[in-house]
């Protein structure tokens, strides 16, 4: 599977006015779940903290890739999202996120 057949201009909100990590993952989840990549939105949050508590998701350079592996999920795809403001998130570099990916962690990019 190309990176070119999960990518779906549906779920990218460049233009997110997300203020929080809680926020901004909810806003993704939920593009996901009209888009039809997700059927529960809560459950796939629950899914992205459970895989929180094993590292830190904020890579630095102002980016987190919270994910998880989730039931949740009827079909890969990756929601992205920008902010203008930065969010206070754990991260490696410790700066602020302003740009957010969310996907499903077992897909396999060629």
């Not at 990518?7 to 993952?25: C, G, H, P, R, Y």
């Not at 009827?74 to 754990?90: F, L, N, P, S």
Request: net charge negative.
């Amino acid at each position: 599977m190309s990176f070119v057949n999960i990518f779906d201009k549906k779920v990218v909100d460049l233009n997110m006015k997300s203020t929080s990590k809680d926020e901004a993952i909810r806003h993704l989840s939920d593009l996901l779940k009209e888009a039809g990549y997700i059927a529960d939105v809560e459950e796939f949050v629950s899914d992205i903290y459970l895989r929180e508590k094993e590292g830190i998701i904020g890579i630095g350079e102002g980016i987190a890739i919270p994910h998880g592996k989730s039931d949740s999920v009827t079909k890969i795809g990756i929601a992205v999202g920008r902010c203008e403001d930065g969010i206070e998130w754990a991260s490696l570099d410790g700066k602020p996120v302003r740009k957010v990916g969310t996907w499903k962690n077992n897909c396999q990019f060629k």
